[in-house]
Every structure is written in C-alpha cells, then in structure tokens.
T-cell receptor, first 115, second 117 residues
Framework: DAGITQSPRHKVTETGTPVTLRCHQT?????MYWYRQDPGHGLRLIHY???????DKGEVSDGYSVSRSKTEDFLLTLESATSSQTSVYFC??????????????FGQGTRLTVV | AQKVTQAQTEISVVEKEDVTLDCVYE???????LFWYKQPPSGELVFLIR??????QNEISGRYSWNFQKSTSSFNFTITASQVVDSAVYFC??????????????FGKGTKLTVNP
C-alpha cells in the first residue's frame, strides 16, 4: 500500500471555526490533490500541488486554502467552516504522469461535519 | 476543459449478469491518461486500471474488461458474470498535461453498481 495518511479521520466542528486537514506521504511523489466527495457529485477537485510551494485551484476552491512547505505534507484549511463544507475529504498523491502514467493513490478519507 | 461524464447514476443487476459502465471524456490534449477506480461500501478508493491515449488496445483482467475508443472518446468498463462483491461505486477519471507541465486528475460523478443475489 502507498504511504499516504490523512489526519484526522473524523472531525466535528462548529460553523465559523478554522479547520486544517493534513495529508502526509512517504512516497516522495510530486503531485498531491485534495478532493471532496458528496452524494450526486462524485469527487471534485479542491486544490492540487505540483511541487513544494506550487499549488493551484481546482473546480471547488472557494472557502479553502492549501499549503505545501514540504514534499511530504499537503495541508487543506477551511478558514471559517460552513455547513456546506460538511463532506468526506480525500487526499491523493501521484508521481509525474509524463510517459509513465502513474496511478494516483488515495488516502482513507476524512469525514468532516460542520454543525 | 477536461471533463468526464458517467451518464449512468445507478445500475442494478442480478448476480451472474454482465454489466457495462459507460465513461465519456473530453480533453483537448493529445497526451492523456484514463483511469477506473472502485469505491466499495467501506469507502476507500481502489485503483483498477489506467490507459494512456496512445494505447487503444482493449484490456481484460479476469472478469473485468475495458474498451477504449478514441473515435468516440469513450472508456467503458465491463464486468462479466457479476458477483455481489462487485457492488460499489465506480469512478472514471482523466488526467492530461497542461501547459507548463501541471497535471490534474478529474473524476466523473460515479456509477453505483448493485449486484443482487
């Protein structure tokens, strides 16, 4: 199994509070992604990173920020959590797709509930 | 823009039936990769297959087979003689190389397959 760990696995927080989710990898992969999964929407990309300090927005980035100060860690922050951000969050990692077409490995997911 | 469409939201079959899950994609890139992932009720995402845009050979792995057709921008997944353990949500995904080298993995909305005994 790929070395990718998400923390926490479950969290309940109150509206308006800041929340940070962590994704940690031991594979030294270049690319890291944060997705959210909601019924009827599948997996939607929030932000992704293609290197240390190199990040870009996905399709549902409003209300989220990310940081990647080290290859192994990719943090997702909800500055002021809202109920619409209640979801299951998945982190994924992959090596350069170049000519290798490497697969993406996923973490176990974080279930976040905003009350 | 990149896009993956899985038109079938839910499919229900009886065990031992064959079932095909459809995937249609859009991309302007000539180099891209297509994937299928399985998400069983336990929630984890399991990689099934990847296919690059230069390889249109169909692939078979046990009861699973994949049909890639660039002419119709489709990458369909067939399960032969389905089993109850195949019950899961299946996602098709696409990745392409953007200008500057950044790459994004984009998913379809998934197809929920239920195999009844």
């Amino acid at each position: 199994d790929a070395g990718i760990t998400q923390s926490p696995r479950h969290k309940v927080t109150e509206t308006g509070t800041p929340v940070t989710l962590r994704c940690h990898q031991t594979e030294n992969h270049r690319y890291m992604y944060w997705y959210r999964q909601d019924p009827g929407h599948g997996l939607r990309l929030i932000h992704y990173s293609y290197g240390v300090k190199d990040t870009d927005k996905g399709e549902v980035s409003d209300g989220y920020s990310v940081s990647r100060s080290k290859t192994e860690d990719f943090l997702l922050t909800l500055e002021s959590a809202t109920s619409s951000q209640t979801s299951v969050y998945f982190c994924a990692i992959s090596d350069s797709y170049g000519s290798l077409g490497a697969e993406a490995f996923f973490g176990q997911g974080t279930r976040l509930t905003v009350v | 823009a990149q896009k993956v469409t899985q038109a079938q939201t839910e499919i229900s079959v009886v065990e031992k039936e064959d079932v095909t899950l459809d995937c249609v994609y859009e991309t302007r890139d000539t180099t891209y990769y297509l994937f299928w992932y399985k998400q069983p009720p336990s929630g984890e995402l399991v990689f099934l297959i990847r296919r690059n845009s230069f390889d249109e050979q169909n692939e078979i792995s046990g009861r699973y087979s994949w049909n890639f057709q660039k002419s119709t921008s489709s990458f369909n997944f067939t399960i032969t003689a389905s089993q109850v353990v195949d019950s899961a949500v299946y996602f098709c995904a696409l990745i392409a190389t953007f200008q500057g080298g950044s790459e994004k993995l984009v998913f379809g909305k998934g197809t929920k397959l239920t195999v009844n005994p």
